[in-house]
């Protein structure tokens, strides 16, 4: 069987109307500032903190026992916001 011819493929370069301006190019990441990450961890352990003190002396303490069953939205909030800037975190 003879062989098939091999088609050089030109290099792509896409059409004049989609190249982004050079103002408008993408930034270099920059690192977080040395602060991000401490904050990150106090308030994840924030969090699990409120909803410990929360299990073992909520009835004795005045605002939790008000707040009910909010404190495991304030707890759980908390460590979620802590999540949350761990994906941000460079």
């Known amino acids: 069987?003879?062989?098939?011819?091999?088609?050089?493929k030109s290099v792509y370069t896409p059409p004049q109307g989609t190249l982004q301006s050079g103002t408008a190019s993408a930034r270099a990441v920059q690192p977080s500032p040395r602060w991000y990450a401490?904050?990150?961890?106090?308030?994840?352990?924030l969090g699990?903190?409120?909803i410990v003190v929360f299990?073992?002396?909520?009835?004795?303490?005045?605002?939790m026992s008000a707040l009910n069953a909010w404190n495991f939205l304030i707890g759980f909030g908390l460590m979620v916001a802590g999540l949350v800037m761990s994906m941000r975190w460079r």
């Open 38 to 45: 401490p904050l990150m961890v106090t308030l994840m352990l």
């Open 48 to 50: 699990l903190l409120w």
């Open 55 to 63: 299990y073992v002396a909520g009835d004795r303490i005045p605002f």
């Open 1 to 8: 069987m003879p062989k098939s011819k091999v088609r050089k």
